[in-house]
């Protein structure tokens, strides 16, 4: 890959976990790659009060922990965090904006290099709209800048709590930038594993024929976890994993596995492909929610053969907090290729296993020649494509067992990442800063695909609010989750794919 461009990158809320954990690491690695060119600085903002020193010494023990370049040179620290830089300032506070042009203009005619401006938001939601305005108000936007230069603004999740707070912050947010300058962070599409998707898909000459309604029996959406909310419960209770799993990260696996080939591997085509695909959700009424999705909260319970807290008693949850730390959701595509096929959507925290995996499961025979020799034990032909963790493909049939009798019993044919290629793929933060500075799309949410998604998960919230919900807790820590996701697929005469 190429050097990239001279940039400037300014990160609000930089003394925050997610720059710590996620932005710094990820910003190393790509400069101890060689991606950076000697233009190149990073302006950190936020209240906390320290100076260049004290944050750099700040990144460099979290690099220590979170990087996956660690144990860390400190050479080649102290020749990166060169070009480091922290201002103490306030969100809402127009000074601290225009000490940061001054700043910049300043540090960029040091460098000898244009104002390429990427500005990420990694602070609470609530503070979006005053960056924002205060962003434009102290004209640090590239229609304001001589010359040929940019500026883009990178947002994390969550984009909005509902519809319409969603369509509000994005009305803000494309009022001060352009489409095409802004980049709406769902990290799970810079995993590897999750772009291999439609290169799997439309790479091979073998899956797309039989990928539709006429082979395929059902689909099912897998992102289960066994760690619990920790220390984010403030955010969480107020989300649940409606918002902070199905809204982003299920929605765009549910795209990538059933989108149609678009024209050409471009944001703006793949981005189309997926908002028709979405707009193909078979939408369901307020009544109608209890048959088409499930939750759970989690009870005290064993993970590894640790007992565990349940949600009501983490830190910083009310004690009858009612929010949903598991969803599962049975979904229609109401279209050609997928009339008839239900898609299973599940997500959770303190379950038996963490796995994310996209299941495909096949129609039976319409005949079966074995019948009575073991076929019984290949209930279906499927093909799971795991996204974490053993990243990898499995295709799972029935062969004959050696020996004189005909006998059929389920095997697998095993594609792993690790053993194929060898090699270790960058963090998923790495690709999106990458493909951010170099003005890439492809892996980010456009406006309207965000939306139609936070349509669909609005109307479940909304439902859920019109009905009792379940006891909570539903689901013993180390389950696999509420009895009522299970009636969920059991219904439909089929069983969630618990390896
Ligand atoms: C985040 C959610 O977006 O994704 C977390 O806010 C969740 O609650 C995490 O744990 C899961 O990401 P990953 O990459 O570990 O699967």
Known sequence: MAELNPSIIVIFGASGDLAHIKIFPALYSLWEDGFFPDSFFIVGFARTNMDDEAFRKTIFDNLNVNCRKKPINEDDFINFSKHIFYLTSKYDDELSYQKLGKFITRKASEYKMPKNIVYYLSTPPSVYEDVIDNIKNADLISSKFKGDSFSKIVIEKPFGYDYESAKNLNGKLLSVFKE??????????????????????????????????????????????????????????KSGIIRDMMQNHMMQLLSLVAIEPPPLLDADDIRNEKVKLLKSVRPFSLNDVKNFAARGQYD??????????????????????????????????????????????????????????????????????????????????????????????????????????????????????????????????????????????????????????????????????????????????GSWGPKEADDLINADGRFWNNN
């Not at 006429?214 to 220390?231: C, N, P, R, T, W």
């Not at 695909?449 to 009792?468: F, H, P, V």
């Open 300 to 477: 005290r319970g064993l993970i590894n053969n640790k007992p565990v807290i349940s949600y009501k008693e983490e830190k910083g949850v009310p004690i009858n907090s009612l929010t949903e730390t598991y969803a599962a959701l049975r979904l229609f595509i109401d279209n050609y290729r997928w009339a008839g096929v239900p898609f299973y959507l599940r997500s959770g925290k303190r379950l038996k296993k963490h796995k994310t995996e996209i299941a495909v499961f096949f129609k039976k025979l319409p005949y079966s020649l074995y019948g009575k020799n073991g076929m019984e034990r290949i209930k279906q032909n499927s093909i799971i494509i795991t996204i974490q963790p053993n990243e990898g493909i499995s295709i799972n049939f029935g062969a004959k067992t050696p020996g004189f009798k005909m006998d059929i019993e389920p095997v697998n044919m095993v594609f792993n990442y690790k053993s194929s290629f060898k090699l270790s793929p960058p963090d998923a933060y790495e690709r999106l800063l990458y493909d951010i500075i170099i003005g890439d799309q492809t892996l980010f949410a456009r406006y309207d695909d965000m939306l139609i998604a936070w349509q669909l998960i609005t109307s479940i919230i909304n439902g859920w609010s019109k009905i009792e919900p379940p006891a909570f807790p539903n689901y013993e820590a």
């Open 180 to 237: 095409d300058e802004v980049y709406r962070i769902d990290h799970y599409l810079g995993k590897e594993t999750v772009q291999n998707i439609l290169a799997f898909r439309f790479a091979n000459a073998i899956f797309e024929p039989i990928w539709n309604n006429k082979y395929i029996d059902h689909i099912q959406i897998s992102a289960l976890e066994s760690i619990g909310v920790g220390f984010r419960a403030g955010y969480f209770d």
